[in-house]
């Protein structure tokens, strides 16, 4: 049974950070590009990816004054994502016959999210995350983490992404890995190996 590790973003979901950043300029009044600067540029995103900050802490960090909740901050910062059918499908069509594992830098809201938005997410046997793992793509020690985690072992894991960045860093530790380009591509990198 092959041991598939799946990125979220860019591979089963579409990421529309745009639309967060247009909601935040309606509630603060700052630019798209400051806000750039403030989430992104900053490092704050990454902290709060790392598991270094609490989301509450981001959330003050981003919309200061209180200017709204934090809940609805929540659903501004999360609700970007579209889905990617056709991938979702195939991995819907993967369970029973493959291990499954998310391997992801996401934020713990985004991961509510998912949970909440999207069924087919339980499918999933384990969820290897950046703010779990303490680590981010494309270090080596995301991987690591992840697969000592979940007691996997490198050569039996096939992983997909969607930045060559990523799947480079796998390649190195022996993962067998997997550019996403489209579903048939990822399909029969799955079944022929």
């Given at each position: 049974m092959k041991t598939i590790l799946c990125d979220i973003g860019g591979v089963l979901?579409?990421?529309?950070?745009?639309?967060?950043?247009?909601?935040?300029?309606?509630?603060t009044g700052l630019s798209e590009d400051a806000l750039m600067d403030r989430i992104f540029s900053s490092g704050l995103?990454?902290?709060?990816?790392?598991?270094?900050?609490?989301s509450q802490e981001?959330?003050?960090k981003i919309i200061q004054d209180n200017k709204i909740s934090f809940e609805k901050f929540s659903v501004m910062w999360a609700d970007i994502f579209s889905e990617n059918q056709e991938m979702v499908e195939y991995i819907k069509s993967c369970s029973g016959k493959h291990k499954l594992y998310i391997a992801s830098n996401t934020d713990p809201i985004h991961f509510d999210f998912?949970?909440?938005?999207?069924?087919?997410?339980?499918?999933?046997?384990?969820y290897g995350l950046s703010f779990k793992l303490n680590a981010l793509k494309p270090s080596p020690d995301f991987h690591i983490n992840l697969c000592r985690e979940f007691v996997i072992d490198f050569k039996d894991a096939y992983f997909v992404d969607d930045l060559p960045?990523?799947?480079?860093?796998?390649?190195?530790?022996?993962?067998?890995?997997?550019l996403f380009n489209g579903v048939d591509a990822f399909k029969?990198?799955?079944?022929?190996?």
């Open positions: 979901l579409n990421v529309h950070f745009e639309k967060a950043l247009e909601r935040m300029n309606n509630v995103k990454d902290k709060h990816d790392l598991g270094l900050i609490a981001f959330y003050a998912f949970n909440e938005k999207y069924s087919w997410f339980s499918l999933f046997d384990g960045e990523n799947i480079d860093a796998a390649n190195r530790l022996g993962i067998n890995s997997h029969e990198f799955v079944e022929s190996k």
